[in-house]
């Protein structure tokens, strides 16, 4: 089995949704940068997940959903997400809305993360962006003690990345470190 094979069993794919949904990108000059924890995966050890985060040019999100809708796939909105998903998977393509996140696709670069190919954000970027998700209160407090791991996940590989780290957060993965 290889890893796309694996990918498409713990996502209980009929189909092969990512590998579709990349080559819509790519066939239709969709800028876009890969986030959350497939592009960690891409920096460190690998951890499964389900969701498949990304942000998308603003000015083509119109554009993809369109693309997507004719494609097959449902949409599901949230404040700053588009959820997308197939009856074919139980993947769910979180697409970025908030704004904050668009610089990250120039600085994005194609590498490969479970047998595909996608542009993924730059570790730096990527650190920003758990930041920023572990920041917000209004969040899940499981999904912000993820975030809190990712952030320690790169960190502890890349230690020149703690000095982006707040105060705050420094202080709590230190104590973590300690325990």
Same mark, same amino acid.
């Not at 942000?55 to 999100?61: A, E, H, R």
């Given at each position: 089995m290889n890893e796309k094979q694996f990918f498409n069993a713990i996502t209980n794919s009929k189909e092969d949704? *990512? #590998?579709?949904? *990349?080559?819509i990108l790519n066939t239709n000059k969709i800028l876009y940068c890969v986030l959350g924890g497939v592009a960690l995966n891409a920096y460190c050890e690998p951890?499964?997940?389900l969701d498949f985060d990304c942000?998308? #040019? #603003?000015?083509? *999100?119109e554009k993809l959903k369109n693309? *997507?809708?004719k494609e097959g796939f449902k949409f599901k909105s949230h404040p700053h997400t588009w959820e997308v998903t197939s009856k074919n998977s139980d993947l769910r393509i979180q697409i970025q809305r908030n704004g904050r996140y668009q610089d990250f696709i120039e600085n994005a670069k194609e590498l490969k993360v479970l047998g595909y190919k996608m542009k993924i954000a730059k570790k730096e970027d990527l650190l920003r962006g758990k930041i920023w998700a572990y920041q917000d209160k209004k969040r899940n407090v499981i999904k912000r003690e993820k975030d809190l791991l990712d952030i320690k996940r790169l960190v502890k590989k890349y230690p020149s990345l703690k000095k982006q780290l707040p105060k705050e957060i420094l202080k709590k993965i230190e104590k973590k470190e300690v325990d």
């Open positions: 949704i *990512l #590998s579709k949904f *990349l080559h951890i499964l997940t942000v998308v #040019s #603003s000015s083509q *999100l693309i *997507l809708k």
